[in-house]
């Protein structure tokens, strides 16, 4: 997803003189195509997220669109007072970037897993929240968070993520969820990278006679609230997946709205159960250790489904 979102933000700089990007000492590898081409429009600020994110500030209050990018909780949790008082108070065009969202960083412990960042970015007024599936999802985002008005987060995962979609995501709208797969049985939604797992997971559930439908929100705040309405009426059972905490998070934002539609849709989130993991090793081993890799979501899809039933 970083690749992708370079080459996004490559095109909007060079549409836009407006556009700066700071870094917090990191991404040289990733940024130098920007590094090339505007070179007096990138910023090494070091190891100081604080310091980084009250700049973009500052420099924002003289007209500019500035993204602040570092990796895990870095750029969101370190400098949060920033966040809330300089940007998101007054509105700043500062875009925050995180790189490495849930267990991308996972063999270096909790402190570089981001498992709580979207429940603290929601919940901060006025800032709109992106978490794309795949890099065409980060393509999309990053386009559409620049020509966004205020302050946005952008969670991305790290590089190499496989497509999802199987061309560019060109007719994307702030903030529609994207139907991947349709379904009859269960929806599965979900927002991030985690995408990757509920694609195979309803391929796993197709081959155990189970329709799932697959949507993606790449948006998380606001949220396509007609589509999570619309998903509650047509299915009696709705699975929410995030690599984050199940507080606070994705599934709590579906809870939300689905709490007021008055039907009987029930929900039910795969994620992390109010805890701070305690397993260190690579991102794939961590969603399975935690139960949600393709297998977990699939049997807990396939657990559900067969309990309705049984009701019925």
Same mark, same amino acid.
Request: aromatic fraction near 8%; glycine fraction near 12%; charged fraction near 20%.
């Given at each position: *997803?970083?690749?992708?979102?370079?080459?996004?933000?490559?095109?909007? *700089?060079?549409?836009?003189?407006?556009?700066?990007?700071?870094?917090?000492?990191?991404?040289?590898?990733?940024?130098?195509?920007?590094?090339?081409?505007?070179?007096?429009?990138?910023?090494? +600020?070091?190891?100081?997220?604080?310091? *980084?994110?009250?700049?973009? &500030?500052?420099?924002?209050?003289?007209?500019?669109?500035?993204?602040?990018?570092?990796?895990?909780?870095?750029?969101?949790?370190?400098?949060?007072?920033?966040?809330?008082?300089? $940007?998101?108070?007054?509105? +700043?065009?500062?875009?925050?970037?995180?790189?490495?969202?849930?267990?991308?960083?996972?063999?270096?412990?909790?402190?570089?897993?981001?498992?709580?960042? *979207?429940?603290?970015?929601?919940?901060?007024?006025?800032?709109?929240?992106?978490?794309?599936?795949?890099? &065409?999802? +980060?393509?999309?985002?990053?386009?559409? &968070?620049?020509?966004?008005?205020?302050? $946005?987060?952008?969670?991305?995962?790290?590089?190499?993520?496989?497509?999802?979609?199987?061309?560019?995501?060109?007719?994307?709208?702030?903030? &529609?969820?994207?139907?991947?797969?349709?379904?009859?049985?269960?929806?599965?939604?979900?927002?991030?990278?985690?995408?990757?797992?509920?694609?195979?997971?309803?391929?796993?559930?197709?081959?155990?006679?189970?329709?799932?439908?697959?949507?993606?929100?790449?948006?998380?705040?606001?949220?396509?609230?007609?589509?999570?309405?619309?998903?509650?009426?047509?299915?009696?059972?709705?699975?929410?997946?995030?690599?984050?905490?199940?507080?606070?998070?994705?599934?709590?934002?579906?809870?939300?709205?689905?709490?007021?539609?008055?039907?009987?849709?029930?929900?039910?989130?795969?994620?992390?159960?109010?805890?701070?993991?305690?397993?260190?090793?690579?991102?794939?081993?961590?969603?399975?250790?935690?139960?949600?890799?393709?297998?977990?979501?699939?049997?807990?899809?396939?657990?559900?489904?067969?309990?309705?039933?049984?009701?019925?």
């Amino acid at each position: *997803m970083r690749d992708a979102f370079v080459r996004a933000l490559v095109g909007e *700089m060079a549409a836009n003189d407006r556009i700066l990007l700071i870094t917090g000492d990191l991404g040289f590898g990733v940024l130098q195509p920007i590094w090339d081409r505007f070179p007096d429009r990138i910023i090494n +600020a070091g190891i100081a997220e604080q310091g *980084m994110v009250g700049m973009a &500030a500052g420099l924002a209050a003289t007209g500019r669109i500035v993204l602040v990018y570092s990796i895990g909780n870095f750029p969101t949790l370190r400098p949060l007072e920033q966040i809330r008082n300089d $940007c998101a108070y007054s509105n +700043a065009n500062v875009k925050i970037v995180c790189v490495g969202g849930g267990f991308v960083y996972g063999s270096l412990g909790m402190s570089h897993h981001a498992t709580e960042d *979207m429940a603290v970015m929601r919940a901060l007024p006025g800032v709109t929240c992106f978490a794309p599936g795949d890099p &065409a999802e +980060a393509e999309a985002v990053t386009r559409a &968070a620049i020509r966004t008005e205020g302050t $946005c987060y952008i969670r991305l995962g790290r590089g190499n993520e496989p497509r999802v979609h199987e061309g560019p995501v060109t007719d994307w709208y702030l903030p &529609a969820a994207m139907t991947l797969r349709k379904g009859t049985d269960i929806g599965l939604l979900s927002t991030g990278g985690i995408l990757t797992q509920t694609i195979k997971a309803a391929d796993m559930l197709a081959g155990r006679g189970i329709s799932a439908e697959v949507v993606s929100f790449p948006c998380f705040k606001p949220m396509d609230q007609y589509t999570v309405r619309q998903l509650t009426e047509r299915f009696p059972i709705l699975l929410t997946v995030e690599e984050h905490n199940v507080v606070g998070g994705f599934g709590s934002a579906v809870c939300e709205i689905a709490a007021e539609t008055g039907n009987g849709c029930r929900i039910y989130r795969v994620g992390l159960h109010d805890r701070y993991p305690a397993v260190v090793g690579n991102q794939q081993y961590l969603r399975e250790v935690y139960g949600m890799d393709a297998e977990s979501i699939a049997d807990r899809a396939e657990a559900l489904i067969g309990e309705k039933r049984t009701d019925a």
